[in-house]
């Protein structure tokens, strides 16, 4: 569903979870957040009706380069069970099948063992590490991220 104005407190709660805060850091620091990136296109993770989380994709839209890329985050309280992975595949299957996209890519830190499980079982396969990409979560250093990529004809493929 996308994010609409009633679900913003929940996911600013989720935002503020020591866990999620870690990896997303100043995500919400605008007052108009999740409504001020008009290249970001949010949808509100809903379990048993309850905001758990969002996803976003991005399109680069330049022909040569056309792809999607995909963002989430989960409140702790659902990690581990198989919300991320089935919420990344049928925004995966959006993109490829809705949108058109021949080629998706995700980017975890490359130290988020689960997130990386979670993007493989959908079948995303590691592209490369990309050295120091993105601040620590004390904004002191860098970490590096792991570039991953999931071709169309690659989805829904058995593991």
Partial sequence: MPVAAEHVPELRRILATPEVWA???DEAASPQWPFDDPSATRFA??????????????????PDYRHASIDIFLDPAVHGRGVGRDTVATLARYLVHDRGH???????????EPAIRCYAAVGFRPVGIMRRYER????AGWHDGLLMDLLADELDQPR
């Fill in 23 to 25: 990896r997303w850091r």
């Fill in 45 to 62: 993770v809903l379990v048993e009706e309850a905001v758990r989380g969002m996803v976003q994709y991005g399109e680069e839209d330049e």
């Fill in 102 to 112: 021949h080629r998706l890519v995700i980017d975890p830190a490359a130290d988020n």
């Fill in 136 to 139: 620590d979560a004390n904004g």
